[in-house]
């Protein structure tokens, strides 16, 4: 016996159809519970739904605070003028000497004059014929010695039956060897029975790392079937000397001495190596190196248009497709990009027009793309020949409003007022007003940015804290007058771009990562309603499962007394015929 029955009209957006077909022992019911509890799923689909959703903007935040920290490196590789001016030397006569310089020396041309080079010192063995030549055929051990640099005596001691190449072993493998280094050298056939020399060298050049053979020391002195190897059979070859350099002319009459032939403490910055003496000075020439800052700017720029390309991409809308980017209308994506904007179009901070002679990118060649029809509107968009030119022209002032780093400026051309020290990351970069006030020779009094500044001596220093000057410090003449002028501490743009990335990135206050808090509570709550959400659904399959094992149970007996009342049946007709 069986039976069909059909349900369905349970359907939504969400809700598959269901249809039953066949019951009885051919009913599939995992399929029929499945169903129903997919049914019963719908507010858990949309709630896994709702979460990718913030998932996705999560990820979205992350990867621009990422970019931001990009950027925030590179900046602060280069805010500081050490670390953005690269500086090259060149010299006159490369067989003569050679030179580079580092970011703190000062542009320049510079004579020097090489008098001598540094040298070690070599001392040479009369020879032997062979360097298999034994040199203590003694019957018992020997020493040779000798010192170094002025330093203790060392002693080597020589085996019986050693040779001459053993002997510069035993030189160049002893623990106590002080610095030198023993090698056999064939002087050729020319030289006879003494074409093999023993040559023992200074591994440091400098006058003061001579050598000497102990001869009170050394055994190894011709005797008792040894070779001679004292003092008298050594010559000097090469002394022990240090060089000697001119610079500009000084000192007259005299030289400068150094130990070794690379040179870095002569001029500020500057490392010379030594090739050869001459008696023609060579001219060494500092200079910026326009093309590598170049390269840093580009690099920043690079850097700050790869995140305002990332922002665009994801705040895009299409007004055809209605298709829209996942952090459009985001709040602290607009406050980025603001932030950045103002730094890349804005003056310097502390930068003063005439007195500076750049104070913003944009006279550098560096401009905002505003063709809203471009692929890199927005982004900043760099002049190579007005850059080009500006780094020609002005190198100085180009590196200047790229890093000063908190670098002090008075606009007070009397020289009475002049700017002291401020505390970095405290005193705020700008332009303050100052005025002083002196009689009889003392600073009685004074301001900074209009605020009571404390004196010490001939100092004003503003000590209020809360204001953006705390902490700076100014010099006055004490000639008795009233005085009044202006003080400005500078932040160059890689500084500029450092400090507020800083304060976009924090953990605890930048508007990215608070986001990013706030999405992840969100889902944290998404994830409790789906966990409550699920424990209902897992009953409603428990209760289902449970019914239905029941009506197969029931369905199992009817089948059964189905059959039996067949064949009663199928019996009395098989009797009445």
Not at 119 to 136: D, K, M, R
Not at 166 to 172: E, P, S, V, W
Not at 467 to 480: S, W
């Amino acid at each position: 016996m069986t039976t069909s029955s059909g349900i369905s009209g349970i359907t939504s957006y969400y809700q598959p159809s269901i249809t039953f077909s066949g019951l009885g022992s051919s009913v599939d019911f995992q399929s029929i519970i499945d169903k129903l509890v997919s049914v019963e799923s719908v507010t858990i689909n949309r709630f896994e739904s709702w979460k990718s959703e913030w998932n996705d903007k999560i990820t979205a935040l992350e990867t621009l605070n990422t970019k931001l920290t990009d950027l925030r490196t590179l900046a602060s590789s280069m805010e500081t003028l050490t670390q953005f001016v690269d500086k090259t030397a060149a010299t006159s006569d490369t067989t003569i000497l050679t030179a580079s310089a580092s970011t703190g020396a000062t542009s320049g041309t510079h004579s020097v004059l090489v008098n001598q080079l540094a040298q070690s010192e070599v001392e040479a063995h009369a020879g032997l014929s062979s360097s298999t030549t034994v040199v203590n055929n003694s019957g018992s051990a020997k020493v040779f010695a000798f010192s170094y640099a002025g330093g203790a005596s060392v002693s080597i001691s020589v085996a019986n039956g050693a040779t001459l190449a053993d002997l510069a072993t035993a030189i160049n493998s002893s623990g106590a060897n002080p610095g030198v280094t023993a090698t056999v050298m064939d002087m050729g056939a020319s030289y006879g029975a003494d074409r093999y020399r023993l040559l023992i060298q200074g591994k440091a050049t400098g006058a003061v790392n001579t050598i000497s053979i102990d001869d009170g020391l050394t055994t190894l002195d011709g005797t008792g079937g040894t070779e001679n190897f004292e003092s008298t059979t050594f010559t000097q070859t090469q002394g022990a000397q240090d060089a000697q350099i001119r610079v500009d002319g000084y000192p007259p009459g005299t030289w400068i001495e150094r130990s070794t032939n690379t040179i870095s403490d002569v001029i500020p910055g500057v490392t010379l190596k030594l090739v050869s003496s001459s008696a023609t000075a060579v001219q060494v020439t500092i200079t910026d190196d326009t093309s590598a800052m170049k390269e840093k700017i580009k690099s920043l720029v690079e850097s700050y248009n790869d995140v305002i390309s990332y922002i665009k991409e994801q705040t895009k809308y299409n007004g055809t497709t209605g298709e829209a980017g996942i952090l459009l209308g985001n709040y602290a994506v607009e406050i980025v990009k603001s932030a950045l904007n103002y730094i890349g179009t804005g003056n310097g901070q502390g930068f003063l027009d005439p007195n500076d002679t750049f104070i913003n990118l944009a006279q550098l060649g560096i401009t905002t793309d505003s063709d809203e029809t471009s692929d890199t509107f927005g982004q900043l968009i760099i002049d190579d020949s007005i850059l080009e030119a500006a780094l020609n022209d002005d190198p100085e002032a180009v590196a200047n409003l790229m890093s000063a780093y908190f670098q002090g400026v008075s606009d007070d051309t009397s020289g009475n007022i002049t700017y002291y020290s401020a505390i970095p990351g405290i005193t705020e970069p700008g332009t303050y007003t100052v005025t002083a006030t002196v009689s009889g020779g003392v600073l009685t009094g004074g301001t900074i940015n209009g605020h009571a500044a404390s004196v010490s001596g001939d100092t004003l220093t503003a000590q209020t804290s809360g204001y953006p000057e705390y902490g700076l410090a100014v010099k006055i003449n004490l000639v008795d007058g009233n005085y009044s002028g202006t003080v400005r501490l500078q932040m160059g743009k890689s500084g500029q771009f450092t400090e507020k990335l800083d304060d976009l990135l924090s953990v605890t206050s930048g508007p990215l990562n608070i986001l990013i808090n706030n999405y992840q509570d969100i889902i944290d709550s998404i994830d409790d309603k789906i966990e409550a959400e699920q424990r209902r659904v897992d009953g409603i399959r428990n209760r289902l499962t449970a019914q239905f094992a029941n009506l197969d149970s029931v369905l199992s007996t009817l089948n059964q007394q189905s059959e039996y009342l067949s064949q009663q049946l199928n019996k009395l007709n098989s009797k009445s015929s």
